[in-house]
């Protein structure tokens, strides 16, 4: 069975900064890529960046490029997002998420991805 766990969100203003994780148990995550999503309330659950399993590609949905980044370190089994220059509709909760085998590049649909983390909120205030 594997477990993620999401921690790191919170309230900052606009402009700021936040670090999520995602830490996985279970099964060694090296292997496969790792997404992140975010669901806002009342709007379905949109992809947000990828990494594949050597960090050879990190994918960003445009709203978030060049202001997000994704990275993990395979030997903690942990991914990471950084997150800067935050904007008010950034506001979410925001979701690792692994496949349940290994997948080719970074898969942008949600179904794509077996594995979820309970979700940790992020607050951008104006």
């Known amino acids: 069975q594997v477990r993620l766990v999401e921690s790191g969100g919170g309230l900052v203003q606009a402009g700021g900064s936040l670090r999520l994780s995602c830490a996985a148990s279970g099964r060694p995550l090296s292997s496969y890529t790792m997404a992140w999503f975010r669901q806002a309330p009342g709007k379905g659950r949109e992809f947000v960046a990828a990494v594949t399993r050597g960090s050879a590609i990190n994918d960003y949905a445009d709203y978030v490029k060049g202001r997000f980044t994704t990275s993990r370190d395979n030997a903690k089994n942990t991914a990471y997002l950084q997150m800067s220059g935050l904007k008010p509709e950034d506001t979410a909760v925001y979701y690792c998420?692994?496949?349940?085998?290994?997948?080719?590049?970074?898969?942008?649909?949600?179904?794509?991805?077996?594995?979820w983390g309970q979700g940790t909120q992020v607050t951008v205030s104006s």
């Open positions: 998420a692994a496949p349940f085998s290994p997948v080719v590049g970074t898969p942008r649909e949600p179904s794509a991805y077996a594995y």
